[in-house]
Structures are given as C-alpha cells and as structure tokens.
C-alpha cells in the first residue's frame, strides 16, 4: 500500500496521519530486514525474560542488585515492545501509515519508558555505590522498602513531564509534510515537519534531555567515580577484581545507553541527519536491549551460576 504524501498550506495543520518512510529506502531489503529484526526482538524477548526468571527464582539472588535487573529486564522488554512490534509491521505489509493519536501514543510510551531506563541505571549505581563505598550499612540503607520506593520512583517518576512534552509537540502545526524520515515516532523528526518559530519548543526538549539524560548521567558518574576510588584502596587483588567485574558491566550498559540518546537528543539541530540518528535510535531501541541480558549474565558469576543451576533443573 502506497501512501501519498500531505501537504498543508497557510500554516494550519490539516494532517490526520503520518508516514514512517524507515527503510523505504531499502527496498530490496525489506524481507531481509524483517528477519533481523524478528530475530532481534525474539532474542530480547528470551533473554531479558530468562534474567527475570532467574532473578525470581534463585535465592543466591535475592539481593537489591538483582531486583534493579529484573526491573531493568522488564523495562528493556515493555521499551523495545513500543517501536520494535510497528517496525516488523512496516516491513511486512509496506503500510507505513501512523495515525497521530497512535504515533503521539508511540512518542509518549517511549520518552517515559526511556525516562525510566535513565532513573533505573542511576538507581542500580546508587545501589553499587551503597555496597562497596559503604558495606556495613548497605543492608539498613537497601532495606526492602527503599528498593521498592525507587524502582515505583523510576517508572513513574517522568511520565508527567513526558506527557506534558509530547502534548505540547502534536499541538504544533504540520504544515510541512506528513512523511517521517525515521522508523518510529521520534522527537527531532517529527520536529523537523512542524512550521512556524520553533525555539520555545527547541528549548524545551534541551531542558527536559538535561534533566533526564545528562543529569542520571553526570549522578551516575559521580557514584562510580567514588566506586573506583574505593575499590583501588581494597587490600586484596581478588576483592578488587571482583568488585571491577561488578561494576564494568553496568559501565558498559550506562555508556551505551546514554553515549546515543545523549548525541540524539542534546547535540546542535544544525548536525541533525535523518541517517545518522536512525543509527544511533538502533543503538538505545534494540542494540542495548539485546545485549544487556548478555553483559549481565556473562560477566557476572551469581546469575552465570543461577541460569546453569535452572537450565540443568530443566534437563533433568
């Protein structure tokens, strides 16, 4: 189905729905792409499900540390299930049509999903920081209604601000296209069709990437900077190895995570490229999802041990 470009004139929005050129461009890539990305979503969905399994089940894992997993496992599962599922749809039928109730529904879901993530990994570094900068009060200050109040804090806690910011982008007026270079409902493509001064909003989408993004990012780096200094004053070799082993895989996954949204959403307008940030969009929608369970399991011995333990309870 080929869906026709909408222009609107006199600087009113007449636009009812929206086209997601994603892949268009890729045309004898279409079936190709779809299996990657089924695989991909298949994968995330196995992975994180079996990290949540295990953190559930295993009593060696009834620990503040893997309660954040299983709620960031949770979290990777709900975030990829808001764009991941509308791609393979594109793919298949070459409908790329949104309507713009469902394509400020898929913004909204994904800015507070992504909102949460940000909170997330700044809590599980903050649960790092408590047990190795301060041991023998980790388990008063990590009691079990702490961990709650900051895992229900990171889901809700930038859904208002992201309800208000996509109600206020889709009262914009579209007068410029209704074709979407990008292969979900994003902030700077849909920006880049709105008309009229456009600073205000500009601005505001700064602020709100400061608070949500650079803001976990410089508290995380701070906590894993008094980390370092702690674990380089341990005595024994083997603490310090194990501590780094700790702590590198949830570095990797903070890097990762916040090295592209940061670049997608805080870098000048001027350097904005529709190719540019489809890749980077690749990397904190499904590249960091895929490999969080990986970066997880494999670096670390308690959950390594937890999945043989279940999978050697399910051949048995």
Known sequence: MKCEEVKADDNTSTIKQFVLLGFSDLPNLQRLLFGVFSTIYIIILIGNSLVITITRLDKALQKPMYFFLAHLSSLEICYVSVTLPRILVNLWTQD??????????????????????????????????????????????????????????????????????????FSLHFCNSNQINHFFCDIPPILR?????????????????MLFVTLPFVLILVSYSKIISTILKLPTTRGRAKAFSTCSSHLLVVFLFFGSATITYLRPKSNHSAGTDRLLSLFYTTVTPMFNPLIYSLRNKDVTAALRKLLLKKMA
């Open 96 to 169: 790329r049509s949104i309507s713009m109730l469902g394509c400020a529904s898929q913004m909204c879901f994904f800015l507070a999903l992504g909102a949460t993530e940000c909170f997330l990994l700044t809590v599980m570094a903050y649960d790092r920081y408590v047990a190795i900068c301060n041991p023998l009060h980790y388990s008063l200050v990590m009691n079990q209604k702490m961990c709650i109040q900051l895992a229900v804090g990171s889901w809700i806690g930038g859904v208002p601000v992201q309800i208000g910011q996509t109600c206020q982008i």
């Open 193 to 209: 069709l709105a008309c009229g001064d456009l600073f205000v909003h500009e601005i505001s989408v700064y602020v709100v990437a």
